[in-house]
């Protein structure tokens, strides 16, 4: 099928046509319907305003500025908001929709937009960014809303540029709507670990690339871009063993082969404005800092910085887009030629859009949440996502961003559908069957899961984890995945397995290749979880550092749903999950809270 594209979008490596490019291949190797095709390959909205802002000598200048929604089936739109001199609606619409894949891959319920002004920020004063700011909402004010389309920061834009936001749309409404916006300060309702959350999920997909048997244990690491997302997931993957070698920013670049110290370098730029000069690093270009020889080479920066020019000269095993659309998808067949392991954005850095949801789940609700429960959840929810995406990988002998994109449009080559069997095009849903033992039938597309109907019904659940795991459905359409998290693991009494993980998430699951339930161990150490490692019912495990562990051992009794409620729910009784009782070192049993949570996703 052949998609036309506008003069405009033409022009050579069009960002857009990269992103429809990259959704072509994987709509190709699934087979997906020409018409879905035509639908999920344009924007459904773009709006573009050309507006005055009163600078501080009074002149007036104009801007121009952008907000483009490329697809809203699966709710709101949501998408950040960037300043910079080099926005075009092109950019715009490659980055709306890469938001809908990403918001897809990790399972919230929005759709992709963005936004942007084009402006050098760096050129106003603080007045004319606030007045540029609030024109700009105004704006976009008949686009936006709390159940209509959330901004978020992106380039450039910060707390402060969400507040004038918020503030703006509040006014003309009329009263505070803290779920207008989300990466807001935390005094008018932002979300703890907001800040961190691009930069820490990059960090949990590179981790969760152990399967691949890759250890992060004094692995070096280049880091380009030590902006926010950058220099965030800089400071984590040191603290997880691994070393940072060389960071850029827009000004300059440095490299240490023995390893920096991202927190020193962090002070520095706060300090100077640049990480250049930085005591003890010796300068280093943009296209020399790609090249450098690494493990890890995480692009943070802006697009199109891999291209088939610099690829085959890329030294690192793995590359983990921390930013958008840094990889052309000429340099991703040189990269996948090479064995390069590519951890694509839509996976990488969406733990920015995972915690925004978070953000405004707890706007809409009033109820705040810990930062150890944000990162928690986050870690959740990017874990699965990685191996959600790698297993289609496998399944499908693509590439990683070939198989996110699969998983996040999710329809089967097997299961052709027509735009016309949808509501609104990407909203199409398959309705399958799974008998007991039985295999998942696909995913809904754009990656949505179905829960129990509204009608009601039954969701019977036979649990043994010692021997099997069978989900049974009974008049509630597919259910494919479910996961239960036991809150607060005690070691035992009187010191006896001092050291155990005081937080076991339990994940059981049936994906695409049928793969059996795990249990997933974790360490959490000061809000950083620290995975042990997948388990299998009845494996042994140690918990970090070697003190403490036993025997995974756990029965989930059989429960049944009656009428849900939204989010549909049911509460399961965990039966025993114990320390192994004949470890010869006389370890005790762990005490385990008597009812675990299970949410089943609408």
């Known amino acids: 099928m052949v998609v036309e594209l506008r003069d405009e979008q033409r022009h050579e490596q069009s960002l857009f046509a990269i992103a429809v490019e990259q959704f072509q291949i994987a709509a190709e190797r699934m087979g997906l319907d020409d018409n879905l095709r035509r639908v999920l390959s344009v924007c459904q909205h773009e709006y573009t305003a050309n507006f005055p802002v009163q600078m501080d000598d009074g002149s007036i200048r104009v801007f121009t500025g952008h907000r483009i929604q490329h697809n809203i089936a699966r709710g709101p739109a949501k998408g950040g908001i960037r300043f910079h001199q080099d926005v075009t609606p092109d950019e715009v619409r490659a980055l709306a929709?890469?938001?809908?894949?990403?918001?897809?891959?990790?399972?919230?319920?929005?759709?992709?937009?963005?936004?942007?002004?084009?402006?050098?920020?760096?050129?106003?004063?603080?007045?004319?960014?606030e007045n540029l700011t609030r024109r700009f909402t105004a704006e976009i004010g008949i686009l936006i809303g709390p159940y209509k389309d959330i901004p978020a920061p992106d380039v450039n834009t910060n707390p402060q540029v969400m507040a004038w936001i918020m503030d703006t749309y509040s006014m003309q409404q009329g009263y505070s709507v803290p779920g207008?916006?989300?990466?807001?300060?935390?005094?008018?309702?932002?979300?703890?670990?907001?800040?961190?959350?691009?930069?820490?999920?990059?960090?949990?997909?590179?981790?969760?690339?152990?399967?691949?048997?890759?250890?992060?244990?004094?692995?070096?690491?280049?880091v380009q871009g030590f902006g926010n997302a950058g220099a965030v997931a800089a400071t984590l993957i040191g603290q997880?063993?691994?070393?940072?070698?060389?960071?850029?920013?827009?000004?300059?670049?440095?490299?240490?082969?023995?390893?920096?110290?991202?927190?020193?370098?962090?002070?520095?730029?706060?300090?100077?404005?640049?990480?250049?000069?930085?005591?003890?690093?010796?300068?280093?270009?943009?296209?020399?800092?790609?090249?450098l020889p690494c493990d890890i080479l995480i692009p943070a920066a802006l697009e199109k910085q891999i291209t088939e020019r610099n690829a085959g000269e890329i030294k690192a095993s793995i590359v983990a887009e921390a930013a958008n659309g840094p990889?052309?998808?000429?340099?991703?067949?040189?990269?996948?030629?090479?064995?390069?392991?590519?951890?694509?954005?839509?996976?990488?850095?969406?733990?920015?859009?995972?915690?925004?949801?978070f953000e405004w789940v707890q706007a809409l609700q009033a109820f705040s949440w810990?930062?150890?429960?944000?990162?928690?959840?986050?870690?959740?929810?990017?874990?699965?996502?990685?191996?959600?995406?790698?297993?289609?990988?496998?399944?499908?002998?693509?590439?990683?961003?070939?198989?996110?994109?699969?998983?996040?449009?999710?329809?089967?080559?097997?299961?052709?559908?027509?735009?016309?069997?949808?509501?609104?095009?990407a909203g199409a849903q398959g309705r399958g069957r799974q008998g007991r033992g039985g295999a998942n039938a696909p995913p809904a597309p754009l990656g949505g899961r179905l829960g129990p109907p509204a009608s009601g019904g039954a969701l019977g659940l036979d649990l043994d984890l010692q021997d099997h795991a069978v989900l049974r459905a009974e008049e509630a359409g597919d259910v494919r995945d479910f996961d239960a998290e036991i809150g607060h693991v005690e070691p035992g009494r009187g010191g006896a397995g001092e050291?155990?993980?005081?937080?076991?998430?339990?994940?059981?699951?049936?994906?695409?290749?049928?793969?059996?339930?795990?249990?997933?161990?974790?360490?959490?150490?000061?809000?950083?979880?620290?995975?042990?490692?997948?388990?299998?019912?009845?494996?042994?495990?140690?918990?970090?550092?070697?003190?403490?562990?036993?025997?995974?051992?756990?029965?989930?009794?059989?429960?049944?749903?009656?009428?849900?409620?939204?989010?549909?729910?049911?509460?399961?009784?965990?039966?025993?999950?114990?320390?192994?009782?004949?470890?010869?070192?006389?370890?005790?049993?762990?005490?385990?809270?008597?009812?675990?949570?299970?949410?089943?996703?609408?």
């Open 327 to 357: 990889t052309t998808p000429e340099a991703d067949l040189i990269l996948r030629s090479r064995g390069v392991f590519l951890i694509p954005d839509i996976l990488a850095n969406a733990g920015g859009v995972t915690v925004s949801y």
């Open 370 to 425: 810990t930062e150890r429960e944000v990162n928690s959840r986050l870690r959740n929810i990017m874990d699965k996502a990685f191996h959600d995406v790698h297993a289609t990988a496998e399944k499908y002998d693509v590439d990683m961003r070939t198989a996110a994109l699969i998983t996040a449009v999710g329809a089967s080559p097997t299961r052709r559908r027509s735009a016309g069997s949808t509501r609104s095009g």
């Open 240 to 291: 997880l063993g691994a070393t940072v070698v060389a960071v850029n920013d827009s000004t300059a670049g440095i490299y240490n082969p023995n390893g920096l110290d991202p927190k020193a370098v962090l002070r520095h730029k706060q300090e100077t404005g640049t990480v250049g000069g930085f005591r003890g690093a010796e300068p280093v270009s943009n296209a020399e800092l790609l090249t």
């Open 499 to 602: 050291g155990v993980a005081d937080d076991l998430a339990l994940g059981v699951e049936r994906d695409l290749l049928g793969h059996r339930p795990h249990l997933q161990v974790a360490d959490d150490l000061e809000g950083q979880l620290l995975p042990l490692g997948v388990r299998r019912v009845g494996e042994p495990f140690e918990a970090l550092g070697g003190e403490g562990g036993g025997r995974v051992l756990a029965r989930l009794e059989p429960v049944a749903l009656e009428r849900p409620v939204a989010p549909p729910a049911v509460r399961l009784q965990l039966a025993d999950v114990h320390g192994d009782r004949a470890d010869p070192a006389g370890r005790r049993p762990l005490l385990v809270d008597e009812d675990v949570a299970l949410d089943v996703a609408r």
């Open 97 to 129: 929709m890469w938001m809908t894949w990403k918001c897809a891959v990790v399972g919230i319920p929005f759709g992709g937009a963005k936004g942007g002004v084009t402006v050098n920020p760096k050129l106003l004063s603080q007045g004319e960014l």
């Open 180 to 222: 207008v916006v989300t990466g807001k300060p935390l005094t008018i309702g932002g979300s703890e670990g907001r800040a961190e959350a691009t930069g820490r999920g990059t960090v949990y997909t590179i981790a969760a690339a152990k399967l691949r048997g890759f250890d992060l244990e004094g692995a070096k690491v280049v």
